[in-house]
T-cell receptor, first 114, second 112 residues
């Protein structure tokens, strides 16, 4: 089944404790992206990647890192999480950058930083 | 900078009625997406609109794009309860492929 998976789905952590949220897709998509969703603010793009080893900042990259060492995986790293990073995070993938294709979203990761 | 606005933000409508959600964007967008999100769920793609005058239909939903007016609409025909969800439009910066900007979403509630 074609899908985007994220792990963990739920995470409660404390300020400053490094964490990684994994994202994997099995559709051989070149394009992958991370979003955060906050009440009243909608979805905002954090980082995106147009292919292996090619990443770029979205609208709200501060406090986040990403890497794209393999086509299928695009982990989101919070080196020193803070409470303002409490949010619902979505990973998405699409066929190819610049192609008018839709994005397929993962199930979401609800992160709480205390 | 691309800004995407939607109105209304909240919509309560009766079953069987028609209504339109509007999506305005501030500068040239390479393409326009519509997504649906059910409460507590992920986003599901509805439509991708590429060019001026594009119209796409799926069931009771029809989306259109007017690039000159920088406006996309999502028209709901004869609403049913199953259409209750939040609907997002999103644009893409023409100068930076795939930097996606979402609108704030329209929360639709269809009541019997």
């Amino acid at each position: 089944e074609a899908q985007v998976t994220q792990n963990p789905r739920y995470l409660i952590t404390v300020t400053g404790k490094k964490l990684t949220v994994t994202c994997s897709q099995n559709m051989n998509h070149e394009y992958m992206s991370w979003y955060r969703q906050d009440p009243g603010l909608g979805l905002r793009q954090i980082y995106y990647s147009m292919n292996v080893e090619v990443t770029d900042k979205g609208d709200v990259p501060e406090g986040y890192k990403v890497s794209r060492k393999e086509k299928r995986n695009f982990p989101l790293i919070l080196e020193s999480p803070s409470p303002n990073q409490t949010s619902l995070y979505f990973c998405a993938s699409g066929l190819r950058a610049g192609v008018a294709d839709t994005q397929y979203f993962g199930p979401g990761t609800r992160l709480t930083v205390l | 900078e691309l800004k995407v606005e939607q109105n209304p933000l909240f919509l309560s409508m009766q079953e069987g009625k028609n209504y339109t959600i509007y999506c305005n964007y501030s500068t040239t967008s390479d393409r326009l997406y519509w997504y649906r999100q059910d409460p507590g769920k992920s986003l599901e793609s509805l439509f991708v609109l590429l060019s001026n005058g594009a119209v796409k239909q799926e069931g009771r939903l029809m989306a259109s794009l007017d690039t000159k007016a920088r406006l996309s609409t999502l028209h709901i025909t004869a609403a049913v309860h199953d259409l209750s969800a939040t609907y997002f439009c999103a644009g893409v910066l023409k100068t930076s492929y795939d930097k996606v900007i979402f609108g704030p979403g329209t929360s639709l509630s269809v009541i019997p």
